[in-house]
């Protein structure tokens, strides 16, 4: 359309195309030239759809960049009274308020709130994700809290609404082995903690700051090597000057003692 509206007519376009000039992406859609610029083919999902798309679900995840990777597929949603199908596009059909779309990069995508509540029946992560969010002031408990109210029938409302009753807050967690340690802390009633919390310059894993304990959940990858040993004793090293204790724990040891683990937290935690 905005090529046949500066005045291209259609013969031209398919000179365009077959002289490769032209790339189509989706129908009536196209790169100019043979290397796409960035975003270009979500630009290209929104041209393809209409005015009223966004991006969204893991789409929308990416570019908030609350996701590493960028998904093979692209995630747009229009509004329930549309149809489409385009090839290598999600399409995804529900009702979006104005408040619920923004724009990144140029892009109509969902905004975090509701992204985060359109991913949540299915994310493996979600803990992680709604704590990823507060990290980076994207989405707070009470913007989330008001995306339930307005669609509290929403597939994934009920594990949304259960992670943020969670005591303490949703926690940040970045291996299996730190999961299954806040696990353990939950399982075993404890409050008062936080994952991969920042302290006098540190990122670590589990902190209870009132009582000046560190956890560290070690794995043998990450602590191989002799740059990585050096940077682990600093840190250690730092931080018991600065009146921490820190603990170190392992994911076998979680795993295969959970309750030898708890009762050396707890020892620590009295002391």
């Known amino acids: 359309m905005q090529l046949l509206s500066l005045g291209a007519s259609r013969d031209q376009i398919d000179d365009r195309i077959k002289r490769r000039h032209l790339h189509p992406i989706h129908r009536g859609v196209y790169l100019v030239g043979p290397i796409p610029p960035q975003y270009a083919y979500e630009q290209a999902a929104l041209l393809a759809l209409g005015r009223e798309a966004a991006l969204s679900h893991a789409t929308a995840l ?43 990069h140029g892009l109509a995508l969902t905004s ?40 509290p029938h929403k597939p994934g409302a009920p594990r949304l609404r259960a992670i943020l009753q969670l005591p303490g807050g949703a926690q940040r967690t970045r291996s299996p082995a730190e999961r299954e340690m806040v696990s353990l802390l939950r399982a075993a009633g404890l409050t008062g903690f ?6 006098h310059g540190y990122e670590v894993d589990v902190l209870f700051r009132d009582h000046d304990l560190v ?8 602590h191989s090597g002799r740059v990585a040993f050096e940077r682990d004793r600093l840190k250690r090293a730092t931080l018991t000057a600065h009146g921490l204790a820190v603990m170190a724990v392992t994911g076998r040891q979680i795993r295969d003692d959970p309750q030898g683990v708890l009762a050396r937290i707890l020892s620590a935690l009295a002391a």
Request: aromatic share 6%.
């Open 62 to 104: 990416y570019l908030w960049h609350l996701i590493p990777s960028l998904p093979t597929s692209i995630d747009v949603t229009i509004p329930p009274h549309k149809t489409a199908h385009r090839a290598r596009l999600v399409i995804h059909r529900a009702p979006l308020e104005r408040k619920d779309i923004r724009r990144r």
């Open 194 to 199: 936080e994952a991969n919390a920042r302290i």
């Open 215 to 222: 956890i560290e959940v070690d794995g043998y990858d990450a």
């Open 112 to 151: 975090p709130p509701r992204t985060i509540l359109d991913v949540a029946a299915t994310w493996d992560e979600l803990e992680s994700l709604v704590a990823e969010a507060h990290y980076r002031h994207l989405a707070s408990d009470q913007e989330l809290r008001a995306q339930l109210e307005r669609n």
